[in-house]
């Protein structure tokens, strides 16, 4: 994490330097014991490792399950959780690995406080759990569509509370057509993670269509929000 994250210098009034991370260690940190905690160990994933994955705006850190019993996204936090991993999560208690069980996510607001940085967003996305933390250069681009002019900035802004995922951030962005290049530079990930992962399942859902149904593979190929 140390040594593929940024890292910048901060000198106070009276002339000290203090080295500070670009996400908070202590956030990160719960949320990777978060992550292996709560995380599904049954046969069809119990191979799937937690990922954590850093982007030149956000980290990522991303395990296989959803949200557990009758939590919900909402709910993180403020609720008292059912544990998926209960003997796990007693271990981890009695080695003083975990502090507190249900104090990871307000540990995690607290710390990104500190930093002044952006809450954290809670995501389920393809059967996986995603954690998100956005760097102080996190933004939306303003990105033209080609062909039909500049998108204005309030078309794709989002925050935490008003996107929830990857996906709603995306529909969003696609409320004009939108080129292949475009959503992934958008996106932020791969080219085949972003068309094969987010794109499809949403013109799968009948979410996002197609501008050229006929020639799925068209240079001249966009995809718009339905």
């Given at each position: 994490?140390?040594?593929?994250s940024?890292?910048?210098?901060?000198?106070d009034?009276k002339?000290k330097?203090a080295?500070r991370?670009?996400?908070?260690?202590k956030a990160?940190?719960e949320a990777?014991?978060?992550a292996l905690v709560?995380?599904?160990y049954?046969?069809?994933?119990?191979?799937v490792?937690?990922?954590l994955?850093i982007y030149r705006?956000?980290?990522?850190?991303i395990?296989?399950?959803?949200l557990y019993?009758?939590?919900?996204?909402d709910s993180?936090g403020?609720?008292r959780p059912d544990?998926?991993?209960?003997?796990?999560?007693n271990?981890?208690e009695?080695l003083h690995?975990?502090?507190?069980?249900y104090s990871g996510?307000?540990?995690?607001?607290h710390e990104?406080e500190?930093?002044?940085?952006p809450?954290p967003?809670?995501a389920?996305?393809?059967g996986?759990?995603?954690?998100?933390?956005?760097?102080?250069?996190?933004?939306v681009y303003d990105?033209?569509?080609?062909g039909?002019g500049?998108v204005?900035?309030?078309?794709?802004?989002?925050?935490s509370n008003?996107?929830?995922?990857?996906e709603?951030?995306?529909?969003?962005f696609?409320?004009?057509?939108?080129?292949?290049?475009?959503?992934?530079?958008?996106?932020?990930f791969?080219?085949?993670?972003?068309?094969?992962?987010?794109?499809?399942?949403?013109?799968d859902?009948?979410?996002?269509?197609?501008?050229?149904?006929?020639?799925?593979?068209?240079?001249?190929?966009?995809?718009?929000?339905?």
């Amino acid at each position: 994490m140390n040594r593929n994250s940024r890292h910048s210098t901060i000198i106070d009034d009276k002339g000290k330097r203090a080295d500070r991370d670009e996400y908070p260690l202590k956030a990160v940190r719960e949320a990777i014991l978060n992550a292996l905690v709560h995380r599904d160990y049954s046969i069809h994933s119990e191979n799937v490792p937690v990922r954590l994955e850093i982007y030149r705006n956000r980290l990522e850190i991303i395990s296989s399950g959803g949200l557990y019993g009758k939590l919900t996204i909402d709910s993180l936090g403020k609720v008292r959780p059912d544990t998926r991993n209960s003997a796990l999560a007693n271990i981890l208690e009695l080695l003083h690995v975990t502090e507190n069980r249900y104090s990871g996510i307000p540990t995690i607001y607290h710390e990104l406080e500190k930093a002044q940085l952006p809450p954290p967003v809670f995501a389920v996305r393809h059967g996986e759990f995603v954690v998100t933390f956005k760097s102080k250069i996190a933004q939306v681009y303003d990105m033209p569509a080609s062909g039909v002019g500049a998108v204005h900035e309030e078309q794709v802004q989002y925050s935490s509370n008003q996107a929830d995922s990857v996906e709603e951030r995306l529909l969003a962005f696609c409320a004009v057509p939108r080129s292949r290049q475009e959503i992934i530079a958008f996106l932020g990930f791969s080219r085949y993670y972003s068309m094969s992962k987010i794109v499809q399942p949403l013109i799968d859902d009948g979410k996002i269509a197609l501008t050229l149904p006929d020639k799925p593979k068209s240079s001249k190929q966009r995809y718009v929000r339905k």
